[in-house]
């Protein structure tokens, strides 16, 4: 572009990419273009460099985010990949969102990133964006807002921590910090030893080193085609993190030239492999609700694809990957294992090869190119077919009359086998405060075959469904050896986690008319995996008529959703208002494709 050529009033500018591209301010575009000029030179830069394709970087750094540690060397490896393919990057900042720093919950928020994300996206003058994420919500908060924006999008993740060691025994985030804690409640580590845990559970910056959500979501967005197959298990401090970053940035600039956006990649097929690797790996539970939120920002998609999915390609899946929570390695074994890549070579066929990835080669082609070739070299931390972990269904859907739209079980992580098939009385918490106060009292009416259930952890009934489904042992049962129990609930559990523990109850508890909001202290509660069940023992007409007690009017004439809560205003108004249930995503119904308009 000659120098004065963005001043001829005669000629329209070439508003197809770069800083040139959404010129609406002023309904003057060259003085909209020069006011911007003028601003972003007082950065340094040249009209040479202004005259590129602008590729934009999501900076997630916060000092509040150690699983974002690595984003400053991230930025300046990414940058060198833009601008070896010739592209200007510009990196900006949104809000970032780390799980223990993130009151009242980090999903609470994971929308409200989302917005954030999909807006500034739309609102500056990217050609493609890179979205550097990587804790638990993070990652999914960006793929939601990129995909509702639909600008070529390209996730960069942080990558997983180092494992730690403590008296020559590997340690991570944050399996052994569940475990661990036990053992110190229990009275078999003392004070010195859980204060020398708690310095190297996490020894590095980087994301929890097991099969936690972090990974878990690390692997579908390799899945989905978004991102570089390495790009889902390389250590955070590693050197190949950084050449991600460099290959992420390259693979930008193209993908600005194709204009190849997110809607374009993510399809039915991309989805289906999505689901495949998150049975096969014993994925997060939290998984399932974020590819919903996904799928259901997708106009395609929308309504298309179901937790029935999720449940019939996992009877067709086995579960392959030997990491913590259901199995005993880290998310580093995983990478020197081979990876994403090695893991969908040894699913090859039960995947969708046709799928698009993120360069416009199909996984069949990407799969072609393996540096894995022969295959397999090692089968203990990703099994081979013939000899899985467990044969199928790591991940359940279970429904019934006390989850009419659903709920998740992670079959795989159960302690106790025997709880996948049972039949007990419900020992109930009303919410988590009446839990905390109740669960360790030598008065609770409770032996090893009741089924725990906890209300008012559901999307809106907390609100934003805190990680609470992991309902304690009680103290009294604990002290006499008990570890698992069947425990149900609205509520979400950490990737981290295990037990049987169904999850996910929809609708939830603080939904007017369910049957989870009326379960009372006795009522008989069964689960049966294999037939996908869970009930309670309860007709229809008792449970309208515990309603219609509990809230004095007839449950006709209630409204369904609780009115917003002990906060009447602000992003937590929005948030009660508009959430809709685990089954759908527990996205803000207007951000969903159709907007929430049926
Ligand atoms: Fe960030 Fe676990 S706390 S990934
Ligand atoms: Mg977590």
């Given at each position: 572009t000659p120098l004065n050529a963005d001043y001829n009033l005669e000629t329209p500018i070439n508003a197809s990419s770069g800083i040139r591209q959404g010129l609406t301010a002023y309904g003057d575009p060259h003085f909209s273009l020069f006011l911007r000029k003028v601003f972003i030179k007082a950065?340094?830069?040249?009209e040479d460099a202004l005259s590129l394709p602008v590729i934009g970087i999501i900076n997630t750094y916060s000092g509040f985010n150690p699983c974002h540690a690595n984003v400053p060397q991230l930025i300046d490896a990414a940058k060198r990949g833009i601008q070896l393919a010739g592209g200007l990057a510009i990196d900006f900042p949104t809000i970032s969102i780390h799980e223990s720093f993130s009151s009242p919950t980090s999903m609470f928020l994971r929308n409200l990133m989302s917005m954030d994300t999909e807006e500034v996206i739309r609102a500056q003058p990217v050609d493609a964006c890179i979205m550097i994420g990587g804790c638990d919500k993070t990652v999914p908060a960006q793929i939601m807002g990129g995909l509702s924006a639909n600008k070529p999008v390209l996730p960069l993740i942080t990558g997983p921590m180092m494992p730690g060691s403590h008296r020559g025994e590997r340690i991570g985030a944050c399996t052994d910090c569940r475990n661990n804690w036990a053992a110190f409640r229990a009275g078999k580590v003392d004070v010195e030893e859980i204060s020398a845990i708690n310095e190297e559970l996490a020894p590095t910056g980087g994301t929890c080193g097991v099969m936690g959500t972090a990974s878990t979501m690390a692997c579908l967005t390799a899945a989905l085609g978004l991102?570089?197959?390495?790009?889902?298990?390389?250590?955070?401090?590693?050197s190949a993190r950084l050449r991600i970053a460099e290959l992420t940035g390259r693979n930008a600039v193209a993908t600005a030239k194709a204009r190849r956006t997110p809607q374009s990649i993510i399809s039915k097929e991309s989805v289906y492999n999505a689901i495949t690797v998150l049975q096969a790996i014993g994925g997060s539970t939290n998984g399932v609700v974020h590819l919903l939120a996904i799928i259901n920002r997708h106009p395609d998609l929308q309504g298309k694809i179901t937790l029935d999915d999720f449940d019939r390609i996992g009877r067709a899946t086995p579960m392959l990957i030997d990491l913590k929570p259901s199995g005993d390695n880290y998310m580093t074994d995983f990478h020197k294992a081979g990876g994403m890549e090695a893991l969908l070579l040894t699913l090859r066929p039960l995947l969708h090869l046709s799928a698009l990835t993120i360069t416009g080669q199909t996984l069949g082609e990407v799969l072609d190119t393996s540096r894995f070739k022969p295959f397999p070299f090692s089968t203990q931390i990703i099994r081979p077919l013939s000899n899985p972990l467990h044969p199928s269904s790591s991940l359940v859907v279970l429904r019934g009359n006390l989850a009419p739209d659903g709920a998740v079980l992670k079959a795989s992580a159960s302690k106790d086998r025997s709880l996948l098939s049972h039949s007990g009385p419900a020992v109930v918490f009303e919410n988590t405060e009446d839990m905390a106060i109740r669960i360790d009292s030598p008065d609770l009416e409770v032996t090893p075959t009741s089924v725990m259930v906890l209300k008012n952890v559901g999307p809106i009934g907390n609100p934003g469904?805190?990680?609470?489904?992991?309902?304690?042992?009680p103290r009294k049962l604990g002290s006499q050896g008990v570890k698992d129990m069947l425990r149900i609930s609205d509520g979400r559990m950490s990737g981290t986690a295990g037990g049987t523990i169904v999850l996910?109850?929809?609708?939830?508890?603080?939904?007017?008319?369910?049957?989870l909001g009326v379960v009372q202290n006795g009522d008989t509660i069964t689960c049966d995996a294999e037939k996908r069940l869970l009930t309670l023992d309860v007709s229809q007409e008792e449970i309208k008529r515990r309603w219609t007690e509990k809230l004095g009017t007839p449950v006709e004439q209630a409204r369904k959703r609780p009115q917003p809560g002990r906060a009447g205003r602000g992003y937590r108004k929005l948030y009660e208002q508009s959430v809709n249930q685990a089954h759908e995503g527990a996205d803000f119904d207007f951000l969903t494709a159709n907007g929430g308009n049926q």
């Open positions: 950065l340094g830069y040249s991102i570089p197959l390495k790009g889902a298990s390389a250590p955070a401090v590693s469904m805190p990680e609470a489904g992991l309902i304690p042992i996910h109850i929809s609708p939830e508890s603080a939904q007017v008319g369910s049957a």
